[in-house]
């Protein structure tokens, strides 16, 4: 079992940057694939980004791509995703994910272990 706690979260102006962390335990965080998704009000829950076990292999959704940044460091159980260029589009409450398994999956469904998400605000 892992748990999962996202922070990092608040509001900024567009065109402004945050650091959202995940600080994972209970768990071997190395065989777990991680991913970041976001749910804006009104809208399904939509895949963000996913890192393989050990940070090798990273995939992003294209409305992100160039902007955010997936990472982990496993030795502090921590996943990160840098989020850059905002936009008030990018205004969700995002949430850490994670997959038994060495790779991630754009399909949250996939994903065993959610986190209680941490709200993103941005504004024009």
């Known amino acids: 079992q892992v748990q999962l706690v996202e922070s990092g979260g608040g509001l900024v102006q567009a065109g402004g940057s945050l650091r959202l962390s995940c600080a994972a335990s209970?768990?071997?965080?190395?065989?777990?694939?991680m991913g970041w998704f976001r749910q804006a009000p009104g809208k399904e829950r939509e895949f963000v980004a996913g890192?393989?076990?050990?940070?090798?292999?990273?995939t992003y959704a294209d409305s992100v791509k160039g902007r955010f940044t997936i990472s982990r460091d496993n030795a502090k159980n921590m996943v990160y995703l840098q989020i850059n260029s905002l936009k008030p589009e990018d205004t969700a409450v995002y949430y850490c994910?994670?997959?038994?398994?060495?790779?991630?999956?754009?399909?949250?469904?996939?994903?065993?272990?959610w986190g209680q998400g941490t709200q993103v605000t941005v504004s024009s």
């Open positions: 890192i393989s076990w050990n940070g090798s292999k990273t």
């Open positions: 209970g768990s071997t965080f190395t065989t777990y694939a």
């Open positions: 994910a994670a997959r038994q398994g060495p790779y991630y999956s754009t399909v949250g469904n996939n994903y065993n272990y």
